[in-house]
C-alpha cells in the first residue's frame, strides 16, 4: 500500500511524474494506490480508476498536517512517498511524530533545491537536518544528486537517481489531434514554440531578447503556459518592437499539439530538475534548442535532436537560431528522438521505483 503525497494535480513536472508512476503501479494487482493532494483548485491530470484520491481542501501545508497523520493511522500504508520541497518536509515531519517502523517514508527530490535562489536559506537549511531521517530519497538526476550530496551529510547510502517517467503513447496520441482550439496553424508562417509556466524560473525574457534580434518576418513564436510573469512578457514585446512575432496561447490541456506542429522547441530555464519537456517535444518529433540551461539530464546534451548553447549572449544566439531555423532540413537530418526518449518510457522507469520500494521496505 503507497501513500503519494503531492501539492495537486496541476500541470507541474512533479506532478505529472508521480501521476505517471501511481497510473502504472495502479495496473498492477500487488500495488494499492492512494494519492492525497493538498488542495485541488485545478485539476487537470488524471488518474487510473483504480486510485484513492484524498483531497485535503486546505491553502496551506501545515494546516492539514492533522488531517494526514489521521489518514496514516487508518490506512496503514506500506510506504509514503512525496515530492516537491516543502511537501518533503511535510512527509519527514509526520514521520518523526508517528515514530513508527511499520512505515517507510521516501522523498523525491524534484528540483536542485540548493541551487534555486527562490527557496529560501532557511527552508534550505530545514532540508539539511530533517531530509537524512527520509528512509529513501530518489532524485531525478545526476545534477541533482550532486546538490543533495554535496549539502547534506550521511545520504549518500539512501540516495537513488531514477530519470521521469514519460507516457510515450499518450503524448504521441494527443500529438496528432485535438478536440478545441480557437487558434489556426498558417501555411505562410514558421512556427517556433515555448511551453511552461510564466514564471522566473522559464526565463521567457531571454527568448524575447533573441527573437527580438532575428529579421524574419514569418517567423511566429507560441508560447503556451500562463503564469505571473505574464504581464510583464507582454510589456516587454511591446518595448522591443517584436509583438508581432509572439503569440500567447495561455494554458492548453493539450499542448502536445501545438509543439508538434512547431519547427523548434525553445528552452530557456535559469534551471531545470531534468528537462522533462524536453522529452516531450522529442515524442512529438519537434527538435529542442536549449539555452544555457543549468541541471537538464546529461543525456540531453550530446546529440543532434537537441541543440544546446552554453551562452549569455543573446546576438550570438539569435544568429544561431536563426541560422537552424533557414537551415532546418540539413541541421536536423538524422532526427531520430525515439533513441533518446525510449529509455524513459513508463514501465522501464517504474521497474527502477519498484526496486527502490522493495530495498527500502527490507532495510
Known amino acids: 500500500k503507497i501513500f503519494f503525497l503531492i501539492p495537486d494535480l496541476s500541470y507541474g513536472g512533479a506532478q505529472k511524474t508521480i501521476v505517471n508512476l501511481a497510473n502504472s503501479l495502479a495496473l498492477e494487482k500487488d500495488y494499492i494506490i492512494t494519492i492525497i493532494i493538498i488542495n485541488n483548485k485545478k485539476q487537470i491530470l488524471s488518474l487510473n480508476q483504480n486510485i484513492k484520491l484524498i483531497n485535503f481542501n486546505s491553502n496551506r501545508l501545515l494546516f492539514c498536517m492533522h488531517k494526514f497523520i489521521l489518514a496514516t493511522l487508518k490506512f496503514k500504508p506500506n510506504l509514503i512517498i512525496s515530492t516537491t520541497v516543502h511537501v518533503n518536509i511535510l512527509n519527514i515531519l509526520i514521520k518523526l511524530i508517528i515514530r513508527t517502523k511499520k512505515i517507510k517514508f521516501i522523498i523525491r527530490e524534484s528540483n536542485p533545491t540548493f541551487f534555486r535562489n527562490d527557496v529560501s536559506n532557511f527552508t534550505k537549511q530545514v532540508c539539511r537536518i530533517l531530509y537524512p531521517y527520509s528512509d529513501s530519497i530518489i532524485s531525478l538526476s545526476n545534477f541533482v544528486t550532486e546538490g543533495l550530496l554535496s549539502n547534506i551529510k550521511n545520504i549518500r547510502h539512501k540516495v537513488y537517481t531514477i530519470g521521469n517517467p514519460i507516457d510515450i503513447k499518450n503524448i504521441a496520441k494527443q500529438s496528432e489531434s485535438i478536440k478545441e482550439t480557437n487558434f489556426k496553424f498558417n501555411q505562410d508562417y514558421e512556427y517556433i514554440c515555448f511551453c511552461g509556466r510564466l514564471s522566473y524560473q522559464k526565463n521567457i525574457e531571454f527568448i524575447i531578447q533573441i527573437i527580438s534580434k532575428i529579421a524574419l518576418p514569418n517567423l511566429r513564436i507560441l508560447i503556451i503556459g500562463d503564469g505571473p510573469e505574464k504581464n510583464k512578457l507582454l510589456n516587454m514585446i511591446k518595448y522591443k518592437n517584436c509583438k508581432k512575432n509572439f503569440i500567447f496561447l495561455g494554458y ?42 543549468p541541471g537538464i539530464n546529461k543525456d540531453f546534451l550530446e546529440c543532434n535532436e537537441i541543440k544546446y548553447y552554453k551562452s549569455n549572449d ?36 517504474s521497474t527502477h521505483y519498484k526496486k527502490v520500494f522493495l530495498e527500502t521496505i527490507k532495510n
Open 314 to 349: 543573446t546576438t550570438y544566439l539569435a544568429n544561431k537560431l536563426k541560422k537552424l531555423i533557414i537551415n532546418y532540413n540539413s541541421e536536423f537530418v538524422n532526427f531520430k528522438p525515439q533513441n533518446i526518449y525510449n529509455k524513459y518510457n513508463i514501465k522501464t522507469i
Open 252 to 293: 492548453q490541456s493539450n499542448p502536445h499539439y501545438f509543439i508538434k506542429r512547431s519547427k523548434i522547441f525553445l528552452l530557456s530555464s535559469r534551471w531545470e530538475g531534468f528537462g522533462h519537456v524536453i522529452l516531450e517535444s522529442l515524442i512529438c518529433e519537434t527538435p529542442v534548442v536549449c539555452f544555457n540551461t
